[in-house]
């Protein structure tokens, strides 16, 4: 039995599916196998930023039933870099020192933190400069977390937006339409190409491949010599357009989000006179809902293994998804690298075997 200790979870960044599972894992790790407390932190860095920080006491009857529920019961944010924070005067302020005492003051002898990259990124420079025992868990619908197979919530993301080319597959063909489906992925485009393959798209379009407005026209245009009377198209959000530009808008904060790509491509087919096109962006339902199977069963065995690093003193550690194994690597080497799709990789093989048109 590993001595007492008092660890802190918290979920840093965008929501997904499959964060309470992780958290149910590491509680019935925690408590159930080694005796140890758990304090669940609220609204990431931003619960330690609270006088006094804000944290729930989990245990396993708390956290029961969490393995089947989307988002996050703890809460999360994606906004205030603490060593930059925005305060109400408009100045940035460092207030890293502040998050740093949080921990110490609630006596936790580690913390497990679940994020991307860029939440990591954030964490272990605290640790860094605080002393602080950090274990990672990669969470993020887009995959990009460098090393990992597999991060938290992407599996479930490929069901939604497969379910959802499943289901403009009849409204497209009932009405010879093209349609098409804007997906999230950020800089990647994992969703877009597994979840084109599996919903039988026929054109794939991701970051990491160019392509051509005439080119795909052109393929539009051959299928329907060939009798197909219907195209379903799905797009990764932050796809250029012909000029290499990437397609956003700014909301009413001056924030500046990637959107808008399915349009442009509908408005450029609609302007050939090739097809009506619909459009549909799926937006935040990909992040929401019901985890799927396998990532109700990675964040089991993500929350496992990192309580048992815990165990082993192994500090500043990231759990990762390897060669069909959970395995862990240094933060700072598994951030390092980020992951896209790899245009030689297997999926773009199976895109192009298939007839997908990927690009050029």
Known sequence: MAEHKRIGILTSGGDCA????????VVRRAVGTYGWEVLGIQQATLGLLANPAKVLSLDIKTVDSW???GGTYLGTTNTGNPFAFPMEDGTLRD?????????????LNALIGIGGDGSMAILRKLAQQGNWNLVGIPKTIDNDVGITERSIGFDTAVNIATEALDRLHFTAASHSRVMILEVMGRDAGHIAISAGIAGGADIILIPEIPYSIERLCQKLKEWQRRGKNYALIIVAESVPNVDGEHITSTNTAGQCRLGGVGQYL???ICSRNIAETRVTVLGHIQRGGIPSPLDRLTASAFGVAAVDLIAAEQYDQLVTWQNRMVKSEPIANAIAQYHCVDPDGTLIKTAR???IYLGE
């Open 18 to 25: 499959g964060l309470n599972a992780v958290v149910r894992a």
């Open 353 to 355: 075997g298939l007839g």
């Open 266 to 268: 509908a408005d450029q």
């Open 67 to 69: 393995l089947t529920a």
């Open 95 to 107: 207030r890293s020192e502040e998050i740093i005492n949080a921990y110490h003051q609630l006596g």
